[in-house]
């Protein structure tokens, strides 16, 4: 596993996904990050009012620093899960 020792001169990366929110849910997102070597700097997660099919949805915005490629690449991966609606 790669760590970044020193990323303070890295860029400050934003990530924000609608997930589903259920149990689970967050150790899903968090061991993407943490199984490459990357330390979330931080998490909101916010209750989104809309449920979609009975399944209720949160709106989560991580902020971590990287490259821009390792932003595309933690997208990409975050949008395989199941329980990421959207990734943006």
Do not use: W, Y
């Amino acid at each position: 596993m790669e760590c970044i020792a020193n990323d303070e001169n890295l860029p400050l990366q934003t990530i924000v996904l609608t997930v589903e929110d259920e149990p689970g849910t967050l150790f899903l997102i968090s061991s993407v990050f943490s199984n490459r070597g990357i330390s979330m700097k931080s998490i909101q997660m916010h209750e989104d009012n809309l449920p979609m099919n009975s399944v209720h949805l949160s709106r989560l915005t991580i902020r971590f620093r990287g490259e821009d490629s390792r932003k595309k690449i933690i997208s990409r991966l975050l949008s395989r899960l199941d329980c990421v609606i959207e990734s943006r």
